[in-house]
DNA sequence: TTTAGGCAATAGGCTCCGTTCTT
DNA sequence: AAGAACGGAGCCTATTGCCT
């Protein structure tokens, strides 16, 4: 037995080979090409191995309106035809159907009492499944329409599905013949007690081993459980450098960043700094080198480290989030190939699921095309969130959940294609009606069969289910096998080491079963891009979802003993006030609550204690936050936020740093006083000039070129289109986080915000000319986000920085925007080394007269004396990282608040030796 | 090639309408 | 006194990113 983990696979078309493919075709003709699928990977004693699969053909499937062979012959050669009319220069007689058999099936798509005859079409091309889909459905075939089925399950998927295999993890056959290669002609110890012959074909990979096997010797068994869980065949994936791994865009998806820089990342994931040089001081570098080696070799050993840590780097960060391990798990569960595990979305993992079961039972999935996805019907039904009771609670407030209440719902009511019989106002009328994308017919006999009462679930937007006992619906049955898995690797997981590897792969088969689940509801709703779309099934989901919401809502308005108030809900949740409780009263009075509540739903529908807010915000719809406390004996709150500036990534950390505290300050001391005052010193610290700049970066991403309205002020889009200027390739990834900053605009009279808008090379490049637009900061940013959540409770904060604001105010009322108007109002301001009032001079009138000299001059000295020392140790910290003396200077990364840090000492640095020498100047 | 819709929020354009300035 | 200019309210669209 060979056996070949399953890495890698692709198909191609080759001309026929009398030794492994069929050279005539049971429809009479000559074969000319056939599809062949081939499979990477290593062998179990970790050879690399190239695997070409011959006597495997892609198939859609019709249904027959007769079972005639004749008929079979008919379609396929009337087949052939449309197809090749269908390339207008195309050979008239070039034969794309290879066979054609009458198999028996049941639809999924709508209740189907009995199985139903189709023809399974398999082809030469995979390529031309569409086209044969899209005229069988166009009735370019027989004049007749077909609806095509399972034309839209990829080749090799379609394959993987049939013979039951699985990514990642091992093919077996039983015969194989080896393709005979120069360099290893003796060498065949290895392989003497298997079935193996030489090949006449000659190789086309690099692979040590190339073999061509038949499709009837494959026999892979249903895969084992607990076995692989070493992995000897993700060496493979380095070595043989078939699959490339965009580590920018997985990490896109699997960490939150406000910005994915190599620097920031590797901060984030690992706690390390690391510096970042330009490409243009990089390649300078390098050809000093060359030019002067004894004056380059310093900035050539910097060269060598800067590119070992980067490519070092990329490693560490993929061991740490265990990402290799997590997709291959991910690939073995789903069933699919590694890559696609990162390339493919989510449909992709249900269908390779939710067909091999369907398979397994006989089902048989529909291919509905853009039309008829179009012509379908709308959705009536949309979630229910409620209106929040907007207000900052100071009693606890308790937070429950449905468990995974989709897919409870689909196995608590038996909802499926398979089992739905439409809507209930057509199931009276006969024939065809319209269902989902395509249409259907319950006749009166089948109906006659169900008794209304007892084997038909209603649901309440009315839409006909049957029950379980009449047929159990493939979705129900899916999910209650993965939740059913998930619960036992869970419980596996209580018995095992944290930190050991069996741990960490069984994290990652839960959290797979976890996302399965969830998308499994968006697969049957998946209106404008779903490959097998069912709005009956989707609304009822949603509608019955709202409904046990609703159902709940109800109780706990009608049961006022619980003591408990519905303040807010989305979809499955429930916030609810307990206003006259204490926190350990109000843990005790939500779990009497959710047991009350569980006897309402039928299994496995469950509402769950999540946790208790004590302290919290309730600002709008999907925005909240407050200290939650997930355990009775907790101490301290921990603080979560929902929805607002703190978690979202389209403000700069300003923002949510200031609101993040001023919450915190809030909940802590209950003192909107505290918090005022703590608002006011920040907001002066930015009108003062005292800031770190990192925090007043924004970082959007940026869509692509031609990607945006014509008129979008996007200040991406802006800088986008400006960097390709100069350089094509400098403009940024579509999807990549352009970071800017917003200053002022000081050529043009009437500035709009995107006129405003200054790069941060730009922002450094030109130093002096930069002025942080504070005000747009302060007004725009800081205090909108703030007031959403202070207004609750009568505050204004926007009055809080009036009198920080009336020295400038006073200014001259020019006409024009804010914006504009700021411009000339934000003098650099600074305070008086001696009173700290604020001045335009270092030293302020009063002072100068009043003041001792001497004590002046020790002030001056004190302070250019601390700033220096502050200098020299930022710079220690900076060596630490670039080990290099000028580090700070050359590098340029926008991720190191020690590098702005450092811009902004040196700066101050200079202004108070400055300073110094005012003051000796002057008196 | 592609799970979904809901929601809040910013920026900026446009129109309407009342107020203020200019001639 | 008539007309122009201004500025705010209200509405719309585009864009972004989070919630379930």
């Known amino acids: 037995m060979i056996s070949v983990r399953i890495v890698l696979t692709d198909h191609y078309i080759t001309p026929v080979n009398s030794q492994f493919d069929p050279v005539y075709s049971k429809l009479r003709h000559p074969i000319k ?25 892609p198939y859609l499937l019709v249904k027959s309106p007769t079972d005639e062979i004749r008929y079979g012959e008919q379609l396929a050669q009337s087949l052939d035809m449309a197809i090749n009319l269908s390339f207008e220069k195309g050979n008239t007689d070039t034969k794309h159907v290879h066979d054609i058999n009458l198999v028996e099936l049941l639809p999924i798509y709508g209740y189907h009492e009995k199985m139903v005859k189709f023809w399974k079409i398999e082809f030469y091309n995979p390529s031309i499944i569409r086209k044969a889909a899209d005229l069988l459905l166009a009735g370019a075939v027989m004049n007749q329409e077909f ?75 249903p895969p084992q459980i607990g076995k692989g869980i070493a992995n000897p065949g993700l060496q493979a994936l380095w070595n043989v450098g078939r699959i490339l791994l965009d580590l920018w865009r997985i990490l896109r998806s699997e960490i939150t960043l406000n910005i994915y820089t190599f620097e920031n990342a590797i901060y984030h994931v690992l706690h390390e700094r690391v510096p970042h040089y330009d490409i243009s001081l990089l390649s300078k570098w390098f050809i000093d080198e060359g030019l002067n080696p004894s004056f380059g070799l310093r900035d050539f050993v910097t060269l060598l480290d800067y590119g070992w840590t980067h490519s070092m780097g990329n490693f560490r960060l993929l061991y740490e989030l265990d990402l290799i391990n997590k997709t291959s798990e991910f690939a ?49 039904c949309i979630p229910l969130t409620l209106e929040p009771i907007s207000n900052i609670y100071f009693t606890p407030v308790a937070v429950l959940d449905f468990q ?46 169900l008794n209304l009462d007892t084997d038909i679930f209603c649901s309440p937007n009315g839409i006909a289910f049957v029950k379980r006992h009449i047929r159990r619906g493939i979705l129900p049955v899916m999910l209650e096998e993965i939740l059913a898995t998930r619960v036992m690797v869970k419980n596996t997981m209580k ?125 709008s719809k999907k925005r909240y936050v407050g200290m939650s406390y997930e355990i009775v004996d907790q101490k301290q709150g921990k603080f979560d936020a929902k929805g607002i500036e703190t978690v979202r990534r389209d403000t700069c950390l300003i923002v949510s740093k200031i609101l993040q505290q001023s919450l915190k300050l809030l909940f802590q001391t209950k003192d909107v006083t505290r918090v005022r005052r703590y608002v006011q010193f920040e907001c002066e610290k930015i009108l003062t000039n005292r800031f770190n700049l990192l925090d007043f970066i924004f970082a959007k991403e940026y869509r692509g070129k031609t990607r945006y309205h014509p008129s979008a002020p996007v200040p991406a889009l802006r800088i986008a289109i400006e960097r390709a200027k100069t350089n094509p390739l400098a403009e940024p990834n579509q999807g990549e986080r352009v970071p800017y900053v917003i200053g002022f605009n000081t050529e043009l009279l009437n500035a709009n915000l995107i006129d405003c808008v200054w790069t941060l090379d730009k922002v450094l490049q030109y130093k002096s000319q930069f002025k942080l637009n504070s005000i747009y900061y302060i007004k725009k940013q800081i ?39 700021n411009i000339h109002r934000n003098t650099l301001r600074q305070r008086c080394i001696v009173c700290l009032q604020l001045t335009t001079t270092p030293l302020c009138n009063e002072c100068r007269e009043e003041e001792d000299l001497s004590e002046i001059m020790i002030i001056c000295e004190t302070k250019a004396n601390k700033l220096e020392r502050q200098h020299a140790n930022l710079q220690r910290l900076c060596l630490a ?33 400055e300073t110094r020498k005012f003051v000796y100047n002057e008196c």
């Open 33 to 57: 090409q056939v599809p062949i699928i081939r499979i990477f990977g290593p062998n179990e004693e970790g050879k690399k191995v190239c695997l070409h699969l011959h006597g495997i053909f």
């Open 147 to 221: 609806q095509p089925h399972e034309a839209h399950v990829p080749f090799n998927l379609q394959f993987f599905i049939d013979y039951n295999l699985y990514g990642m993890n091992f093919i077996l056959f039983n015969n194989a013949c080896e393709r005979n290669s120069s360099q290893i002609t003796t060498n065949l110890s290895t392989a003497s007690n298997q079935t193996t012959t030489i090949s006449s074909v000659p190789r086309v990979s690099s692979c040590e081993l190339e073999y061509d096997v038949h499709i009837d010797d494959i026999c892979n068994k």
């Open 332 to 380: 073995r569960i789903y069933g699919i190939e590694f890559y696609h595990v990162l390339s493919r979305g989510s449909q992709y993992r249900v269908e390779s699921m939710m067909i091999r079961l369907a398979k397994c039972l006989h089902f048989i999935t529909v291919t509905p095309d853009n039309r008829q996805r179009l012509y379908m019907r709308a959705p009536e």
């Open 404 to 449: 995974s209440l989709y897919p409870s719902i689909i196995m608590a009511y038996n909802i499926c294609y398979s089992t739905c019989l439409g809507r209930i106002d057509q199931l009276d009328k006969q024939g065809l009606f319209k269902f989902g994308c395509t249409s259907l017919t319950i006749s009166d006999k089948v109906l006659s069969n």
């Open 495 to 619: 018995l095992i080491d944290k930190k050991s590897t069996l741990y960490k792969t069984l994290d990652a088969r839960q959290l797979c079963l976890k996302l399965i689940a969830n998308v499994t509801f968006g697969y049957t709703s998946a209106s404008f891009s779903g490959r097998m779309p069912c709005v009956e099934v989707g609304d009822t989901i949603v509608h019955t979802a709202r409904t046990v919401l609703e159902r709940a809502i109800d109780f706990i308005r009608t049961n006022p003993h619980f003591g408990g108030r519905v303040v807010y809900g989305d979809t499955d949740s429930l916030f609810i006030q307990f206003p006259h409780s204490t926190r350990a009263q109000a843990f005790e009075q939500s779990h009497l609550l959710v047991k009350a509540l569980n006897q309402l739903y039928p299994s496995p529908i469950k509402i769950k204690f999540e946790k208790i807010y004590m302290q919290s915000v309730l600002a």
């Open 783 to 821: 205090l909108p986000a703030l007031d959403r959540c202070l207004a609750l409770i009568g505050v204004n904060v926007f009055k809080w920085i009036d009198n920080l604001l009336i020295d400038v105010n006073s200014n001259d009322k020019q006409q024009g925007s804010v914006l504009d108007e």
């Open 881 to 913: 990282c670039s080990d290099r003396m000028d580090g700070w200077f050359q590098c340029s990364t926008i991720d190191c608040p020690i590098r702005f840090r450092l811009h902004k000492i040196t700066q101050l640095m200079l202004n108070a030796q």
